[in-house]
């Protein structure tokens, strides 16, 4: 028996995530605020190319140890599944996308910087729901999962009690969404 890579988009991608989060424990302490963090509204420079830069790589940013944990365990869990009934290179643009989208949400509507995978967390969990999809039809899994996870996303972003953007949370489950309906599978599983 052997290991085998088997989603590559995904497992890089976690890979990529835990480097940036050794590096800035040990070696770079500056790396992620620097270059892994989108700034909030007001603070986004159009002349600064970390800036631009940022409005993707947010997504590989995190935190600390226990933020990178959470959102790879369910990244872990549905992307190879996702990776293998889309295609890594239509994972990968779909991941792009969220990233970007949510980055640019930020900087448009919120005063506070960003970072971590969690809209893209999101992003897998509605599309998930479509994994059985057809043309002309709801999956019944895509309501329950849009009313239990951006209904509760959406409940807890008026609480304002803490630091996490649900406003990501939800304009990644929103990705994911349209994805599943206008993306279709390379096959089902």
């Not at 600064?48 to 872990?76: E, K, M, P, Q, Y």
């Not at 959406?154 to 599943?180: M, R, T, V």
């Amino acid at each position: 028996m052997k290991i085998k890579y088997n989603a590559p988009t995904i497992l890089t991608y976690a890979l990529i995530c835990a480097a940036v989060m050794a590096l800035t424990t040990t070696l770079l302490p500056g790396l992620v605020q620097n270059w892994f963090m989108i700034p909030g509204k007001g603070h986004f420079s159009p002349s600064s190319l970390r800036h631009w830069v940022s409005l993707l790589t947010h997504a590989a940013g995190h935190s600390d140890w226990s933020h990178l944990v959470t959102n790879f365990s369910l990244i872990l869990l549905i992307g190879p599944l996702l990776e293998e009934n889309y295609g890594s290179f239509a994972l990968l643009t779909m991941i792009t996308i969220t990233a970007v989208v949510t980055g640019i949400l930020n900087v448009l509507f919120f005063p506070t910087g960003l970072m971590g995978a969690s809209g893209v967390v999101f992003m897998m969990i509605l599309l998930a729901s479509f994994t059985n999809f057809r043309r002309g039809e709801i999956p019944l899994t895509f309501i329950l999962v849009l009313i239990l996870y951006l209904g509760d996303q959406l409940f807890k972003s008026f609480s304002g009690e803490d630091k996490i953007s649900y406003f990501a949370h939800i304009a990644g489950g929103f990705c994911g969404s349209l994805f599943g309906f206008f993306t279709p599978p390379k096959r089902h599983i």
